[in-house]
Each structure stands twice: as structure tokens, then as C-alpha cells.
DNA sequence: GCAAAAGTGTTTCGTTTACACCCATGC
DNA sequence: GCATGGGTGTAAACGAAACACTTTTGC
């Protein structure tokens, strides 16, 4: 059988194929919950194309490295964030996607807690984006972001998804919060409660009273939120362009002081910040045992 | 910028790169349901890598066409199959899966009836073989159908998925059979009945009394089967070795006289070969506007 | 007649849904 | 005190699971 590539070293294009080959990329979108809003990490692309414009952290998958290894390195050069897991989206792979030659990309989506803080070199670049004002995207990414929302709203129904959003210690109302933006829908606070304790992933947090004032402060449930719209690719762009028409904009948060810079260490309590007087939620930390039981069984996890 | 690529017409590697680049295939695992089996569709290998081997229909994806549509063109030319659907099953990417140079591939999956007759060029070489009696496969193909098999047992719960994989008519037993042999679970017949009416998802086929002798006897249900065995990785292989311990056996089928060639037209009632006696089963068909709505609606359609 | 398979109906049980009531906190 | 938010309980409604009875067919 013919050898279909040859390597020439010191060429200027020293790979040398018998047929055409194309460029395998991929791709990452990070969730995060913070501010009551689901948010997606985006870099500035600092070269052409799209340059300037924001994309999901990513690039070229390496010989020596699968995608999924491709996928974390690319991440942590980019954000310094090493999520726990991720889970393969998908490949995009429409003929023109890139203008500089034919690039497929797989893409992938995780969740993380908002006090993984962003720290690379090129931080200066990251940032945190609410999913419905969103800045225009380089590439075919919102295409991908659409993708990845209608995942995490499926996943939710079968993964204890959202105590990957959260910090250690959190409260039920809290969490009901979460799935009440991701899936656009309002539960009945004591139901939800009710069931989410009687499927045993959660144990209480601090069950001694050695409860001190300032402790208690952090603990407050942020107000209810508005449902999140769906986010249709046109509906995600039109909600950017209604509320910040000119691209220079830099008010991309709904509420601008929830806007957070990069280097800005983000609290664990940001989940939190917003209180409102009333009665303090227990806090509960996440039953490991129950949840690895529940993440492989693939039973429901439904709300 | 610099270009990264150039092509040098004639030369015997003419497509050069700047940078290393990796290839890119897709693969097809085809599902149908027959002789009271779940069964998918393999070709044997003519050229190397794993000559002789049995591996899903697939190929090298071209420059002006994107995922789905190279691995469609693939699998018509391979196996004459146009499938009305085909969904992404995930990228496989690791770093030596192809002996030959860097590879990665795409796979998909799809549904047919068994009435889809295959008649391409290359059909002597293609053929049926049930989930729980697999000859061994090419490249990482036994982790490619181990995803689709885990795959399809998630979809079910989601999607009308049974109806792919019967003809125009068919009872509601049939239907029966194959949730349960893909899900590995008996249903309770007269429940199953009535949800699945009360689903609005079937509509009577032979409302009028037009009956004849020879319709009727197409119309009996097979013989109960037994629930389809956990397909993980190595228990495919094993029930092949523990059936057919020489790699040259060619009874694939746990029963020798299911086992079908390709070349023969396959009979649009081989779901309903084997009859038992019994009371007839009522025919019904899809209820097309209802199964599209539940289809793009993402509602449960559970069992 | 008998066994096997299918159609129809009913009873029971558990889960979900929709509330009512009380407690704790900040202003 | 009062508005806001959190914790606990309960009754009604719905759907799932279990099971009885009848009909139709081949042998």
C-alpha cells in the first residue's frame, strides 16, 4: 500500500499529503451561575479572522492528544480553568465555517462554580457573559451556544446538573434557582423542596448550631428571578443588539455593577450577593456517594 | 498573514501543509429490528487496515461537503441506505485508533425498517448482524456501537424511536417487543396498550372491515422475546466467541435460519415471521402530525 | 376443547400539584 | 408591625402498576 503523506523537513510547508486534509479544532463552552444569570466564558480573539470579535476559548487539536485532551488544554492556556468534567457537544463541520481553510471543530461544554476563578496569561481577554446579552460571536458560535443550551436543558432532566453551578455549602432556594433560569420555568417552592431532599443527594451542611452572625450573612437567597428567554440563535443576538446597539458597548450584564472583571477574585458567595430580608436558608452540601450513584444509574433527576 | 497550505499540482503529495494535519472519516451505525432482534449493519473490509474484518460503513469525508453529508454519501455507496434521518453520535479521536496515519472519525446513527433492502455495488459484502452476536470489528468500532447502543436506550425514552424501525403497519405488540428488547425490560401488554393510545401517536389502519383471509395471516405477533443482554464492550465480543469461536463460523444469528443474505429482498413482514397461535392483532400506522409534534416538542415519550 | 395471544375494564397505589399555616429576619 | 422569604404539613388530582374477564385463533 502507498504511503499517502511524507514529511519534508525544513520546507515551508513540509507536511505533504496524496489527498486534501483538513483542520480539526475544538472548542469549549463553560457555564457558569453567578448574579441569578446563567453565564458562558468568552476570550477576544486577538488575530484574524474575527479578530476582535468574542469567541469560546479553543484551537487546534494537537497529533499527540485526543479531543478531549485537546479540548482541556486549549482551556487552561487560555482561562487557567480545568473543569472537573466535560462532555462532547458535537462537530461542527459546515463548509465554510472558517475563512482560512477548511476547519471542523469539536465542540464541548462544562459547568463550573463561579469561584473558579479566571487567572491565565491571557485573562485579560475572558470573561464572563450572560447567556441572553450576549456580544456577537466569531465563527459559527452561536450556533454552537445553541447547541450547548439545548444540551444543558436536556442533561438537567437526567444529571444533578446544577451542583456543579454551585460552591460547596448552598442553600435550596438556591438551587431551585438555577433550574428555574435554565429551564425557563417557576417550581413551587416547598415541592421542590420536598423532592430534592426526599432523593437524598443533599445532606445538611452545618447540623451543630455553631452558627456566628457573619456566617449567617452570606447565606441569604438572592431575589427571584425572571425566567430565562429561550435562546433561540436570533433571539440571543437580538437581545445584545436591543440592549447595547453599538458593538464597542461594554455593558454586556443586565445589572452593569454585576459586571466582574477577570482579575477581580469572584466570591464564592456571588450566588448570594443580592439579599433580601427573610428567614435564612439552611445551607446543604452535595451527598457524593448518592450523586456518583446517580450520575452513572442515568435514572431521571427530574423537576 | 502567511498562508499555511499550499497545492502543488502533480507532485506526488500535493496538498502541503505548514502544519501537521490529521484526517477525517465518518461511520455509520445502522439499526433495524428483525426476527425479534435488534440487529445493525456491517461491511467486510476489503482493503487494509483489518482486511476481512467487519466494520460500520463509513470513509474519508470530502472538502465540499460537510459531516452528515459524507457520512450519508458514504453509506449509500457502501450499502444503497438512505436513511430519512441520521443523528451525530460523537467524535472518536484517540491517537492511534488507525494504524495508517492520524484519524479521526465522526460517527452517526440512524434507524431503518427492515424492508430497506440493500442492493449497492459493494452489497455482498455488507450484512444484518443481531447486537448480542457480533463478529469481531475493525478499529475502536465495538466502542463506536457501545456509545449507539447507550445512545438508543436514552433517545427511546424521548422519542417515538420504535416506529423507525417497523413498516407502514404494524401492531401494537410489535411495538411492544421492540422497547423491550432494545430497554432489556417486559412491559405489562395491556398497560403498554393504553398508554400508548392515549399517546394520540397511532392511528388505525384497517378501520373498515375489508378483511381477507391472507391479509390476516401477516398480522400475528412473533414469539415473546427474551429481553436483549447489557451490550458493554466485552460482553458483545464474548457472546460472539462463547457462539462462534472461529473468527471463519458464519452463523452469526442465534437462530441459524434468521440469518438473512443480503441479496434476498427482505420480506416487509420479518418482524411477524413467526406466528404462534393466537388472537390477530390489530394494525395501526403513525400518526404522522402527532409524531412530528412530539418529535421537535422534546417531551417524554416514556416506557 | 385447549392453549396462546389479544382487547377491554377496574382497583390500588404512589407521586405530583396546589394550597394553608407558621417561623425568622430586616427595616 | 410588616413585608419578605423559608420550613412544615395536608388534601385533591393525576397517572402508573397490578390484575380479572372475555374474545379469537390454531391445533
Redesign the interface.
Given at each position: 500500500?502507498a504511503k499517502?503523506?511524507?514529511y519534508v523537513p525544513g520546507?515551508?510547508?513540509?507536511?505533504?499529503?496524496?489527498?486534501?486534509?483538513?483542520?480539526?479544532t475544538t472548542d469549549c463552552v463553560i457555564f457558569t451561575f453567578e448574579d441569578r444569570q446563567l453565564k458562558v466564558l468568552l476570550i477576544r480573539r486577538g488575530?484574524?479572522p474575527y479578530k476582535g470579535q468574542w469567541a469560546f476559548p479553543g484551537g487546534?487539536?494537537k497529533?499527540?492528544?485526543?479531543?478531549?485532551e485537546g479540548a482541556l488544554r486549549e482551556l487552561r492556556e487560555e482561562t487557567s480553568l480545568t473543569p472537573s468534567a466535560i462532555e462532547?457537544l458535537?462537530?461542527f463541520?459546515?463548509?465554510n465555517r472558517d475563512p482560512?481553510?477548511?476547519v471542523?471543530t469539536?465542540a464541548w461544554y462544562a459547568l463550573v462554580r463561579p469561584s473558579d476563578v479566571l487567572g491565565g496569561d491571557d485573562a485579560d481577554e475572558a470573561r464572563w457573559f450572560p447567556v441572553n446579552n450576549l456580544p456577537p460571536l466569531a465563527f459559527d458560535h452561536s450556533q454552537i451556544l445553541n447547541a450547548a443550551m439545548e444540551r444543558l436543558r436536556?442533561d438537567i432532566h437526567?444529571q444533578p446538573v446544577g451542583f456543579d453551578l454551585l460552591g460547596e455549602e448552598f442553600s435550596i432556594p438556591e438551587l431551585q434557582a438555577i433550574y428555574e433560569a435554565i429551564l425557563g420555568v417557576k417550581f413551587d417552592r416547598r415541592n421542590f423542596q420536598r423532592k430534592i431532599l426526599s432523593s437524598g443527594i443533599l445532606e445538611e451542611a452545618a447540623p451543630e448550631p455553631h452558627v456566628d452572625e457573619s456566617c449567617l450573612k452570606l447565606c441569604r437567597m438572592p431575589a427571584p428571578i425572571e425566567p430565562m428567554p429561550y435562546a433561540g440563535a436570533n433571539s440571543i443576538v437580538d437581545a445584545h443588539l436591543d440592549a447595547a446597539p453599538t458593538p464597542k458597548a461594554r455593558t454586556f450584564d443586565a445589572a452593569p455593577e454585576a459586571s466582574i472583571d477577570t482579575k477581580s477574585n469572584a466570591s464564592p458567595d456571588a450566588t448570594r450577593a443580592k439579599s433580601r430580608p427573610g428567614r435564612i436558608a439552611s445551607l446543604f452540601r452535595l451527598n457524593k456517594t448518592r450523586y456518583d450513584q446517580m450520575k452513572d444509574s442515568?435514572d431521571k433527576f427530574e423537576f
Open positions: 500500500m499517502n503523506w511524507t520546507a515551508e510547508y513540509p507536511w505533504q499529503y496524496r489527498y486534501e486534509h483538513m483542520a480539526v488575530g484574524e487546534f487539536l497529533m499527540n492528544e485526543n479531543a478531549k462532547q458535537g462537530v463541520s459546515d463548509v482560512r481553510e477548511r471542523i469539536i436536556r437526567f442515568g
